[in-house]
């Protein structure tokens, strides 16, 4: 999904659907935002034209979500106004498997619409993917000079390729299932590893909060 600012329709992150009121994002897309000031846009592949929009009525952030320390715990849900209707081309994502291992070398799949440059002056219409294969945290850990936990995905694209602001909060998928969500990397696409939350660590946690 798009998550986009009320009053001008701009996107800004991205999303997922787990049930029929319940879209997942990360937390940094969403915190300190009114929850009138965005919406969930579904059923769409451009920003300019299709999908339904949603009202956002409730939010829970993950209570240990800690942007200062390698934005631990970047998950939030968001309970939208009514029921999302599935369709050809609106569906919910199956969760990854609880504790399941993605080894280093796994080709996975990013989508959002974010900015595809490094300067991000360019921003996409139409949603794009990426191939990108899992690294070993270690790895990471080395070249962004940051704590990288059991709860973090880390995977590269090669230079040039990578997410960049504006994907934020989109799937990282694999399998027909989501296992993580972009959360962060610094800089876009210059051959550095993003960093995405690891689905399979918050299942328990999901299940939990989006119900009614």
């Known amino acids: ?29 969403v915190i300190g935002r009114v929850l009138t000031d965005f919406i969930v846009v579904a059923g769409t592949s451009t920003l300019d034209q299709g999908g339904e929009k949603y009202s956002v009525i409730r939010r829970i952030n993950h209570r240990d979500y800690r942007p200062a320390d390698s934005w631990r715990n970047d998950i939030s849900l968001l309970r939208v106004d009514r029921q999302i209707v599935y369709s050809q081309f609106i569906n919910s994502i199956p969760l990854a498997v609880p504790n399941q291992n993605l080894p280093v070398g796994l080709h996975t799949t990013a989508s959002g619409w974010g900015y595809v440059d490094s300067r991000r002056t360019t921003r996409p219409n139409i949603l794009q993917t990426i191939d990108v294969q899992v690294v070993s ?73 989006a119900v009614d």
């Open 1 to 29: 999904v798009s998550i986009r600012r009320t009053a001008s329709d701009l996107h800004f992150c991205g999303g997922f659907i787990y049930n029929p009121f319940w879209v997942v994002t990360a937390a940094h897309c």
């Open 137 to 209: 945290s270690n790895y990471c850990q080395e070249v962004h000079n940051r704590s990288i936990y059991p709860l973090h995905i880390c995977a590269y694209g090669g230079e040039g390729y990578g997410v960049c602001s504006g994907d934020s909060g989109g799937p990282l998928a694999f399998g027909g299932r989501v296992v993580g969500i972009v959360s962060w990397g610094s800089p876009c696409a210059l051959g550095f590893p993003d960093v995405y939350v690891r689905v399979s660590e918050y299942v328990d946690w999901i299940t939990a909060n």
